[in-house]
């Protein structure tokens, strides 16, 4: 057997190869698409799955992006045995996005996936030699890979195009630490830390970094009240905008704290615009989550174990208007009892829920 699937990517690409026993497959992925392709990886994959080898050609976001994601979220069940991958190390020794993603796929290999990197070549680049025979390796069942591109020559030239793009990016080329915090600062392919044990406490304490994106900044948040009821629309406004707000209210009313039936969360629970201080200055008992998980991953469990941590010994309600993978994570009984909160899902698959105040 011998089988090729073009998996959903959009513009982009993302080759699955199968070969072998039917019954026990070898696995091949070629790229990874975009960040949306992850979807269809993982539901290839299944529940078990180990990739014999996974490829990723090139920086373009087309082809990256996606591998990123994966890397950085590999599901429990999939493990990767070798990735081939020229990265900016590989460069040294011999477009537009993908150099600033090429170091964060650097950190999701090392930190997340911890697969083996180009160990078929060495831990060198995947190229082609000026002369001489052209590099083969043969995969378990005698699976073969003759490589025709790219030279060195051609890795060469990339190299100072990856070094521009870094430092437009903020990004030291070839430093894992760097890589690793602009991998946790992607609001679309950070790790997601789901599937594992949740622990309130590290998460909580977490350091604030504040959104800084114009439009968010620019968002219409508000408190409205009626009927002796309060609700806090947050938008996707910054926190420190929201907070400051606050204070100018509580003065006004001569209070410490904004006593609040409800808080729609601000962003969809980013952990970008919810800030430790910002739960401290309320006294509300249910948080409103507005978010499928899709793209971004909201919302992020800090946010959440801020919100656990500020109401600490006081019955808490969390809403969604989806059930996810993002969110259902919170529905264990242990978490529920030890931080007394109760989490409320919609009962149809579709999503929407109703919350009365």
Request: hydrophobic letters at 40%; one cysteine or more.
């Amino acid at each position: 057997m011998f089988e090729l699937a073009m998996l959903p990517a959009l513009h982009g690409d993302a080759i699955w190869i199968e070969y072998g026993d039917k019954r026990r497959p070898h696995r091949v992925l070629i790229d990874g698409g975009l960040s949306g392709t992850y979807d269809s990886v993982t539901a290839r994959a299944g529940s078990k799955c180990e990739l014999d080898m996974m490829c990723i050609t090139h920086i373009d976001q087309d082809h990256i992006e996606g591998s990123v994601k994966l890397l950085a979220n590999l599901p429990k069940g999939m493990s990767i045995r070798e990735v081939w991958y020229n990265g900016y190390d590989q460069l040294a020794a011999a477009t537009r996005l993908g150099a600033a993603q090429g170091e964060k796929l650097a950190a999701a290999i090392v930190n997340h996936a911890k697969a083996p990197w180009n160990t078929a070549f060495g831990g060198e680049a995947v190229a082609v030699p000026g002369k001489g025979a052209l590099p083969e390796r043969v995969l378990d069942d005698g699976f073969t890979i003759t490589l025709l591109s790219p030279g060195k020559a051609q890795l060469t030239k990339l190299k100072p195009v990856w070094e521009r793009e870094c430092a437009k990016a903020g990004l030291i080329p070839g430093s894992l630490e760097s890589a690793e915090a602009a991998l946790e600062a992607d609001r679309k392919l950070r790790p997601r830390r789901l599937g594992g044990k949740l622990d309130v406490e590290p998460l909580a304490s977490e350091g604030f970094k504040s959104d800084t994106a114009p439009a968010n900044g620019s968002s219409i948040a508000f408190l409205a009240e009626y009927d002796g009821k309060s609700v806090l629309l947050g938008a996707d406004a910054h926190s420190p905008v929201i907070e400051a707000g606050i204070r100018r209210l509580l003065a006004q009313r001569n209070q410490t704290r904004l006593k609040l039936d409800a808080f729609k969360v601000s962003h969809h629970g980013s952990k970008f615009n919810n800030s430790h201080t910002l739960f401290s200055l309320l006294d509300c008992p249910a948080y409103l989550f507005s978010s499928n998980g899709d793209k971004f991953n909201h919302p992020d469990p800090e946010t959440i174990a801020r919100i656990l941590k500020a109401r600490e010994g006081e019955q808490t309600h969390l809403w969604f208007n989806y059930r996810s993978e993002q969110n259902e994570v919170w529905d264990v009984a242990g978490l529920k009892k030890r931080w007394k909160y109760k989490t409320h899902y919609p009962e149809k698959n579709e999503g929407g829920i109703e919350v009365k105040l």
